[in-house]
T-cell receptor
């Protein structure tokens, strides 16, 4: 049962344009969402997060939008740069759980930004 | 600087052998995790530990074992019972078990030959 899904395995955009990465979840107990960026042969690094009490969080070129009714979140990167080329993982947790809380990851989306 | 260290970066194992992957953190984090990455399948949780001397199975624990004798260390043993051990293994830690952001190690690539 894949509780966090990233339906697009890959995305290619031109430098300077907007990149939009999408993520859907099924578990209504999830209340905290994160995006991680991963380069080959390295561990993922934290990018941006959002709590379920918000619908938007912005950090520089990166903005995450959360639509709770649709159980959907998206990551916008504007403007996209070649250095943004990486695999992006969506993750979710149910922080209200008293035990066993952990992050559940999506499959990842490979973003390629072309110069 | 605080961080999380995985070793070795590359590991080769013959079929039928057990192998142990190291994970050490000096972040004073309570919780530690082991994930496996396979192409097209994202990160899947193998085992996690919320506190010393305690750990729980994740989604794909079969063929793996762990220990948590020290707060700083969470080694993963890939046993001969693991059917498809070739993968990229990632260790992570977090300040508590409530699902706040993880800090990841740089990973170990295990190849069975």
């Amino acid at each position: 049962d894949q509780q966090v899904k990233q339906n697009s395995p890959s995305l290619s955009v031109q430098e300077g344009r907007i990149s939009i990465l999408n993520c859907d979840y099924t578990n209504s107990m999830f209340d905290y969402f994160l995006w991680y960026k991963k380069y080959p042969a390295e561990g993922p690094t934290f990018l941006i997060s959002i709590s379920s009490i918000k619908d938007k969080n912005e950090d520089g070129r990166f903005t995450v939008f959360l639509n709770k009714s649709a159980k959907h979140l998206s990551l916008h990167i504007v403007p996209s740069q070649p250095g943004d080329s990486a695999v992006y993982f969506c993750a979710a947790s149910a922080r209200g759980e008293t035990s066993g809380s952990r992050l559940t990851f999506g499959e990842g989306t490979q973003l390629t930004v072309n110069p | 600087d605080g961080g999380i260290t995985q070793s070795p970066k590359y590991l080769f194992r013959k079929e039928g052998q057990n192998v142990t992957l190291s994970c050490e953190q000096n972040l004073n984090h309570d919780a530690m995790y082991w994930y496996r990455q396979d192409p097209g399948q994202g990160l899947r949780l193998i085992y996690y530990s919320q506190i010393v001397n305690d750990f729980q199975k994740g989604d794909i624990a079969e063929g793996y074992s762990v220990s948590r004798e020290k707060k700083e260390s969470f080694p993963l043993t890939v046993t001969s019972a693991q059917k498809n051990p070739t993968a990229f293994y990632l260790c992570a830690s977090s300040i508590d078990s409530r699902g706040y952001g993880y800090t990841f190690g740089s990973g170990t690539r295990l190849t069975v030959v």
